[in-house]
C-alpha cells in the first residue's frame, strides 16, 4: 500500500491528520472519476449525462423540470440547459413545454435514452464492483456511514 506522501511525491509531512484524510479523499474520488469517465467515453457519455440518465429513468414517465434534475446530480452541473440542449440534439432526452403551464418543462427520456442507460446497467456494477471488491462487507458499510456523517455535517449550515 503506497502512502498518499509517496504517491503525490510530498517530502514534509501533512499538517494533521485530517488534512491527510481530506487528501486521500480528494485523490480518491479523482481516481474514481478518471475510470469512470474513461468508460462513459466508450459509450459517447460524460457523467454528468449519465447521471441525469439514471435520474429520469428513476422518475418514470413523467420526467423532471430542470431545476429538479440539477437538485438531483450527484455533481453540480453549471449549466443545465445547455447540457439538455446537447442531450436533446443526440436523441437522448425530450423537452416539452407543458400545456396546462407553459413555465413548466419537463425533460423525458426518449428510447433511445433509455435504451443506453439500461445497457450501461452491467457493465457499470461490474466496474463498481472491480472497484470495491476488496474491501469487506463491513468496510463498505463503515465508509458508507463515514462518507454520510462527513456530508451531512457540511451540508447542515
Known sequence: MTPLRDEIQQRRPFRSLEEEAALNLFRTVSVIEEVMSDFLREHGLTPSQYNILRILR??????LGRNEIGERMLKRAP???????????????????????????????????????????KPNAALQDAQFAHLSHGQLLTLIETLTQIRERLTAR
Open 79 to 121: 449549466d443545465m440547459t445547455r447540457l439538455l440542449d446537447r442531450m436533446e440534439a443526440a436523441g437522448l432526452v425530450l423537452r416539452q413545454r407543458s400545456t396546462t403551464d407553459r413555465r413548466c418543462v419537463p425533460t423525458l427520456l426518449t428510447e433511445k435514452g433509455r435504451a443506453l442507460v439500461d445497457a450501461l446497467d
Open 58 to 63: 428513476g422518475a418514470g414517465d413523467a420526467g
